[in-house]
């Protein structure tokens, strides 16, 4: 099994900034792209920013020049980070991981889902 593990979420005032981690773990042979979505009350599900495994980024038009999408391939895990925050970014983020798995027959794929972080701005 594969699990994403997010953390980082929270309230934070607007203009400000925060700092979201999600770490992949369980039976993985290798990782490709890793992103983050968000989905905000009575919409839909939004790419945020997403990373190839050799560092390649590519991020939301309404969030360029404000996140900063990274990862540390030794350690499985992503990062957002998130400044100059509006309430217009409230929403609950999502780690997402394109997973190489073991079977009883070599490999597959798995399209791997965190459960979600709240991130609220507000003042």
């Known amino acids: 099994q594969v699990q994403l593990v997010e953390s980082g979420g929270g309230l934070v005032q607007p203009g400000g900034s925060l700092r979201l981690s999600c770490a992949a773990s369980g039976s993985i042979f290798s990782i490709g792209a890793m992103g983050w979505y968000r989905q905000a009350p009575g919409k839909q599900l939004e790419l945020v920013a997403n990373i190839s495994s050799g560092g390649s980024t590519n991020y939301a038009d309404s969030v360029k020049g404000r996140f900063t999408i990274s990862r540390d391939n030794t350690k499985n895990t992503t990062y957002l980070q998130m400044n100059s925050l509006k309430p217009e970014d409230s929403a609950v983020y999502y780690c997402?991981?394109?997973?190489?798995?073991?079977?009883?027959?070599?490999?597959?794929?798995?399209?791997?889902w965190g459960q979600g972080t709240l991130v609220t701005v507000s003042s």
């Open positions: 997402n991981a394109d997973c190489s798995i073991p079977t009883v027959t070599g490999s597959d794929a798995l399209d791997a």
